[in-house]
């Protein structure tokens, strides 16, 4: 509470002169629910399952490893053609394209590292694991363990990469060599924090009572904020400072996938984490407490989990488009005009019964993409 009493000061000293002021009148309850959204940027923090992260010749070799198409199977694809900078680590596609077009949206890699379940299913515990997936995925990169360990070893930049960054020569073993070239890129993802945004200024304007700064953030996008926290509920699932609670919702997306196939989002992506050599209870969590497998020991698939996918986090969302797990949603206005008018008969009858139509006005959606927009590192 002792947090909020500037805010509160504030907003007392605020009251019927809104308009003047620029910033509208929120109640106590939504300042709380507004300062929970923050403080952005997070503090840095090691990945205890991973002994180089942090680690800075690790990051540099895994900078370069990002970018390098060698480690795919054809020797044309790496992870930075569909995790592109121009596009916000994500590619601009509606399903991602590597060797074939895979059945899925591609996420940014931009503050992946403050997830809990990694890939639309979570199906992956840790950044690492994550990194291995499409390098040896047949649709994606193609690669195989036996190929990743010959590519560095073959190669005097990467060989002398992975020295610098491991403190010896790559192991004849050639999946340890794999797991180690996966933990040097989630070292070198880990650094892909994005920046703060019109959102965050205002907030901390708000935090700390300073009036005038509070008031150069726009008014469409604090209406836009009065409904995403109010009457949207947006702030159920896409809360906190990454604004997203980090798991797996049903959210009256189809889930088929192509003629006859279908995708069951979390509840397939539990079973494969459980199958995985490569989870945090497997041979290569390098935190010898065990410590951070807890979520993976006790997660478990229940018939709820079909059909649910990964709530995105929503930093940067105006450059990510299109949207979806499976990239049906073309603008963010598309994305408003879903939940605006979402047909509750496409939700799983056994599954969370949170959503119903906003029933927004074209006024309220207009705002509510605004607030969308100021949650970009480059302004509105």
């Known amino acids: 509470m002792r947090r909020l009493v500037p805010a509160l000061v504030a907003l007392l000293a605020v009251g019927a002169a809104a308009q003047t002021t620029g910033v509208l009148p929120f109640s106590i309850s939504e300042v709380a629910r507004i300062l929970a959204h923050g403080p952005w940027p997070p503090l840095p923090r090691k990945d205890p399952s991973n002994?180089?992260?942090?680690?800075?010749?690790?990051?540099?070799?895994?900078?370069?490893l990002f970018?390098?198409?060698?480690?795919?199977?054809?020797?044309?694809?790496?992870?930075?053609?569909?995790?592109?900078?121009?596009?916000?680590?994500?590619?601009?596609?509606?399903?991602?394209?590597g060797l074939a077009r895979v059945d899925r949206n591609t996420p940014t890699v931009a503050d992946a590292h403050l997830q809990r379940w990694f890939g639309w299913d979570g199906a992956g515990d840790s950044l690492w694991a994550q990194s291995l997936r499409p390098i040896v995925d047949p649709r994606e990169m193609g690669s195989d363990l036996a190929h990743i360990a010959a590519t560095v070893r073959g190669n005097a930049d990467l060989l002398r990469g992975y020295r610098d960054a491991f403190g010896a020569p790559p192991a004849a073993?050639?999946?340890?060599v794999a797991v180690d070239v996966a933990k040097a890129l989630a070292a070198f993802q880990e650094t892909l924090?994005?920046?703060?945004?019109p959102f965050d200024d205002f907030r901390d304007a708000l935090a700390r009572g300073d009036q005038a700064t509070a008031a150069r953030y726009p008014l469409a996008a604090q209406r836009g904020l009065a409904l995403f926290i109010g009457k949207g509920q947006c702030n159920v699932c896409h809360i906190g400072p990454r604004f997203s609670n980090g798991e797996f919702h049903d959210i009256g997306i189809p889930f088929f996938a192509g003629p006859g196939r279908v995708d069951p989002g979390r509840f397939d992506g539990v079973r494969r984490l459980e199958a995985?050599?490569?989870?945090?209870?497997g041979p290569f969590n390098d935190d010898p407490t065990r410590g951070t497998a807890t979520g993976t020991r006790h997660v478990a698939s229940e018939h709820r989990n079909f059909g649910e996918f990964k709530v995105p986090s929503l930093r940067n969302v105006a450059r990510t488009a299109p949207y979806m797990h499976n990239g049906s949603l073309a603008t963010l206005r598309d994305v408003v005009r879903h939940y605006s008018e979402i047909d509750e008969d496409r939700l799983h009858a056994d599954g969370e019964r949170i959503l119903k139509p906003l029933r927004l006005s074209a006024a309220e959606s207009d705002d509510l993409v605004a607030f969308l927009e100021s949650l970009d590192e480059g302004g509105p």
Request: hydrophobic content about 40%.
């Open 51 to 64: 002994r180089v992260s942090g680690n800075a010749a690790a990051i540099a070799f895994g900078a370069t």
């Open 67 to 97: 970018g390098d198409p060698r480690l795919s199977v054809n020797g044309a694809i790496a992870c930075a053609t569909c995790h592109r900078a121009d596009r916000a680590l994500a590619d601009g596609l509606p399903r991602a394209q």
């Open 173 to 176: 073993d050639d999946e340890a």
């Open 193 to 197: 924090t994005t920046g703060r945004t």
């Open 276 to 281: 995985s050599r490569y989870n945090l209870l």
